[in-house]
């Protein structure tokens, strides 16, 4: 049986000493053997080290978002779209640890010269500015040769009190998701502009506008045993936004939280016909950068349904069973890439439909014809 002897510190005058060795080996230990791991700066001041965009850089896609990396954590109260900017552009700007992103709330420009300013008032998570303000220049890559130009709007919701009744019982769910979240799925939906170029091999190029609304959702529509936020819940917000002629497309994305909603709805027109409408929900934040799903994808397959409703009405043939056949045509989805080698089947008008012994999809016939807005 193992003894331990009881040290009383009022009797044993070596106790002092001992805790005094302890203490000392204990804060030569922390100090990570004298390689300053643990110590943090709170004196100088944090320096901008890598940016993105570079300084002075060519070719820069036209959906491209300011990457900004510090020297340390800072103070996401400071980093705001009044402290960094772009010349010309507003900007969602969100903070995480020593990184900074800018969201350029409407598509960049094409062969222009952009530049970024990140001013003083720029503060780290101790209080400590810039020492002297950051501007660098970049400048976009000339236009495309693509056949369509689609002028998408994206509306976020991020908040929502709304009434509703799930298996007979009344609920209300109030709350909103973090602008993390957010600029989560506003960097998906930058992407989507490369999804279609993507799979439409150039023919299609795309120009955004976003609006990150502060309106508070408080009425949602019954569709079937689910919910979704159709298009007279934001009837005011699309007259305001949207008129007939301006978009070709409008994406809502809403705060759904526990209403059992559908993911996305599209293929729904507005306008008269010449604008397509699609309502998704903002889900659970690595939804948006999931592996085996390229980011936007969403937005992608709900603007196809709108599209190839579209261009059917005009006397295209679409694939028997439309954008949910991919399977049915032999077009698995794969981990890699998701639904892209459907999406790009479909979006070059090379699906082969042996109901009909003929390709089927969206040509470059098709896209060279007016887009919806046009009409």
Not at 333 to 353: D, I, K, L, P, S
Request: charged share 15%; hydrophobic share 35%; glycine share 10%.
């Amino acid at each position: 049986m193992n003894r331990h002897r009881y040290i009383n510190p009022r009797q044993s005058a070596s106790f002092s000493l001992i805790i005094a060795l302890l203490s000392v080996i204990l804060f030569i230990s922390g100090c990570g053997g004298g390689g300053g791991e643990g110590i943090t700066d709170t004196t100088s001041s944090p320096v901008v080290i890598s940016v993105s965009p570079a300084a002075d850089s060519r070719q820069v896609a036209v959906n491209s978002a300011v990457t900004i990396e510090f020297s340390r954590p800072m103070d996401p109260m400071s980093v705001t779209g009044i402290t960094v900017t772009v010349q010309g552009v507003k900007g969602f700007v969100t903070v995480n640890g020593a990184s900074a992103t800018f969201i350029p709330m409407n598509s960049f420009d094409y062969a222009r010269t952009y530049t970024v300013t990140i001013t003083r008032d720029v503060k780290d998570s101790h209080g400590i500015p810039l020492e002297n303000s950051v501007t660098w220049d970049f400048t976009t890559a000339p236009p495309p040769n693509s056949l369509a130009t689609y002028s998408h709007l994206l509306i976020v919701y991020p908040h929502t009190n709304a009434e509703y009744v799930e298996q007979g019982t009344a609920k209300r769910y109030a709350g909103s998701i973090t602008e993390s979240h957010t600029a989560s799925l506003l960097r998906a939906f930058l992407n989507f502009s490369d999804l279609a170029a993507d799979a439409s091999d150039g023919v299609v190029d795309t120009h955004y506008d976003i609006i990150v609304s502060d309106r508070i959702i408080e009425k949602v529509s019954p569709f079937g045993d689910y919910f979704w936020l159709s298009y007279d819940d934001v009837r005011d917000d699309l007259g305001l936004y949207a008129p007939k002629g301006k978009y070709d497309s409008v994406h809502i994305v809403w705060n759904s939280g526990p209403i059992p909603a559908y993911f996305g709805l599209g293929g729904v027109f507005i306008n008269d016909g010449t604008t397509t409408y699609s309502s998704i929900i903002t889900g659970e934040q690595w939804w948006w950068f999931r592996e085996g799903r390229p980011w936007g994808e969403v937005f992608l397959h709900e603007w196809l349904h709108g599209a190839s409703n579209y261009y059917e009405n005009l006397g295209f043939t679409m694939p028997v069973g439309n954008l949910h056949a991919a399977l049915e045509h032999g077009y698995p989805e794969t981990e890699a890439e998701g639904w892209m080698n459907w999406y790009r089947a479909y979006m070059r008008g090379q699906v082969w439909e042996p109901l009909l012994s003929s390709l089927t999809g969206i040509p470059g016939k098709a896209w060279s014809m007016p887009t919806p807005r046009q009409t």
